[in-house]
Nanobody, 126 residues
């Protein structure tokens, strides 16, 4: 059974940091592009960042998180990470990771992806 599991969410004060993890089981992430998405209640799920098979040289970020978030992958651990620094209240939401088999590049478009995790809650509040 193929699955993705997110972890690392929680409550953090503005300006703080969190590191989200996305672990895969049942398949190897080496052949997949991975995206991180955020969803607030009543809003559409939006793409925050993505990473292609080649890793650091192939990443993309939403303007709202550029310079604060860093996506990375560790194929040996079959996992992808999202380091979130200088967090703001507007970063609050449920964060999902998603995977799609891909030769090149990555996308922050939700419909691109066909495997999804269950999400992890991130709350930025004082």
């Amino acid at each position: 059974q193929l699955s993705l599991v997110e972890s690392g969410g929680g409550l953090v004060q503005p300006g703080g940091s969190l590191r989200l993890s996305c672990a895969a089981s049942g398949f190897r992430l080496d052949y997949y592009a991975i995206g991180w998405f955020r969803q607030d209640p009543g809003k559409e799920r939006e793409g925050v960042s993505c990473i292609g098979r080649s890793g650091r040289s192939n990443t993309n970020y939403a303007d709202s998180v550029k310079g604060r978030f860093t996506i990375s992958r560790d194929n040996a651990k079959n996992a992808v990470y999202l380091q979130m620094n200088s967090l703001k209240p507007e970063d609050t939401g449920v964060y999902f990771c998603a995977a799609v088999q891909s030769e090149y590049g990555c996308s922050r478009t939700r419909n691109t992806y066909n495997y999804w995790g269950q999400g992890t809650q991130v709350t930025v509040s004082s």
